[in-house]
Every structure is written in C-alpha cells, then in structure tokens.
Nanobody
Framework: QVQLVESGGGLVQAGGSLRLSCAASGRIFGVDNMAWYRQAPGKARELLATISSGGLTNYADSVKGRFTISRDNAKNTVYLQMDSLKPEDTAVYLC?????????????WGQGTQVTVSS
C-alpha cells in the first residue's frame, strides 16, 4: 500500500516552532513533487509550500520567511520547519506527493496533523 504518513504536529505558543515530517512508504521507486497544505475550520485548503525532486521550492506569501520546506530523497520524506508561529497558523496540516510506485505514478495525501498555536 502506497501511503504518506505525517508526524510532528502539536500545541505550541505563539512565536514558537514546530517541525512536521511526512514519509512515503510502500512499493515505491521514489517521489516527485511534494507539498504542504493546511486547512482551518470553515476555510478552504491552502497551499503553503512546494518542493520539486531537485529541491526547487515555492512558498505562499502567508508563510514566506517563516516556514521552510525541505526533503530527504533517501528517506522519501518531506519536512516543514515552522518558525515564528502565529495563532492564525492553527489548522490541520496535510502533505501531498506525486509518488513513483510499482503500480504507476500516483498522488497521495497524508492523514493530516493538527497544529494549534496559542496566543
């Protein structure tokens, strides 16, 4: 079964930091583009950051300068380092990836991890 498994969410005070991880597993050859999204209650899902297989990154204006996306291709894992967190960053965070698997090229979502930032 090809899947993405997230970890690293939790409760943090405003101004603090968290690091999220998302690992691809299953019968896979590798991972192409990877991304992080978030969804707050009553709001649309928001694309936060993307990273290509070669390491090219892009960020939403809302997180630029505070969040950093990175990846470890040997571990098929993408990370999101979140610094200077604000209460408005509270949301469920989800990773997304295009995975090169034995069953073909597939897109998967992680299960989501809750990030809560207290004021």
């Amino acid at each position: 079964q090809v899947q993405l498994v997230e970890s690293g969410g939790g409760l943090v005070q405003a101004g603090g930091s968290l690091r999220l991880s998302c690992a691809a597993s299953g019968r896979i050859f590798g991972v192409d583009n990877m991304a992080w999204y978030r969804q707050a209650p009553g709001k649309a899902r928001e694309l936060l950051a993307t990273i290509s297989s070669g390491g090219l990154t892009n960020y939403a204006d809302s997180v630029k300068g505070r969040f950093t996306i990175s990846r470890d291709n040997a571990k098929n894992t993408v990370y999101l380092q979140m610094d200077s967190l604000k209460p408005e960053d509270t949301a469920v965070y989800l990773c997304n990836a295009v995975i090169l698997a034995t069953i073909g090229r597939v897109t998967r979502w992680g299960q989501g991890t809750q990030v809560t930032v207290s004021s």
